[in-house]
């Protein structure tokens, strides 16, 4: 089955700073590679998704991008902000099966004023 | 306006006891999932149906038994809890398996189970 690592446990910054979240997975099928926030308390939340059809995706402070030859994706936060504070999930999964999504097992970002 | 709601949202019970957690989706999506946080926060899949047919089912204990009445209906009923069970239950749902324009999942409240 797929194996999914990520790196950094936790990732402490400030204000203003770039943060960047490393994933490394298993199953060369994988063609589905989302990104989940997880502030206190709350539900998990997708941010940013990408196909392994393309190599990079932005949306606005945010993007992610994929190597699918070393089989590693990577999260990018710019001018983080206090509010980007939370648990950052990687995920894969294979778009045929579609459902089976196996999480990375988190992030911790913390981003101090 | 909730899309992905569960109750109840926490559930303090005893060992041995059993317990059901219930979860509906208004987004009219066919797949829907349960999942385990544990207390270091990893999030691993536990079950998951597509219109009311079970397609995962993880290696988890047979105390554990998801019950789909309908395809926005997705229950999970524990039998003789222990205190390994102790952890965050989320419910989510996607558009299902078969098609292809979203595979977001959208993931309920959670529910806070604590085994004492």
């Known amino acids: ?113 | 306006d909730t899309a992905v709601s569960q109750t109840p949202k926490y559930l303090v019970t005893q060992m041995g006891n059993d317990k059901s957690i219930k979860c509906e989706q208004n987004l009219g999506h066919d797949t829907m999932y349960w999942y385990k946080q544990d207390s270091k926060k990893f999030l691993k899949i536990m079950f998951s149906y597509n219109n009311k047919e079970l397609i995962i089912n993880e290696t988890v204990p047979n105390r554990f038994s998801p019950k789909s009445p309908d395809k926005a209906h997705l229950n999970l009923h524990i039998n003789s809890l222990e205190l390994g069970d102790s952890a965050v239950y989320f419910c989510a749902s996607s558009q299902g398996v078969l098609r292809y324009t979203s595979y977001e999942q959208y993931f309920g409240p959670g529910t806070r189970l604590t085994v004492t």
């Open chain 1, 1 to 113: 089955g797929e194996n999914v690592e990520q790196h950094p446990s936790t990732l402490s910054v400030q204000e203003g700073d770039s943060a960047v979240i490393k994933c490394t997975y298993s199953d060369s099928a994988s063609n589905y590679f989302p990104w989940y926030k997880q502030e206190l308390g709350k539900r998990p939340q997708l941010i940013i998704d990408i196909r392994s059809n393309v190599g990079e995706k932005k949306d606005q402070r945010i993007a992610v991008t994929l190597n699918k030859t070393a089989k590693h994706f990577s999260l990018h936060i710019t001018e983080t902000q206090p509010e980007d504070s939370a648990v950052y999930f990687c995920a894969a999964s294979r778009e045929t099966s579609g459902s089976r999504l196996t999480f990375g097992e988190g992030t911790q970002l913390t981003v101090n004023p």
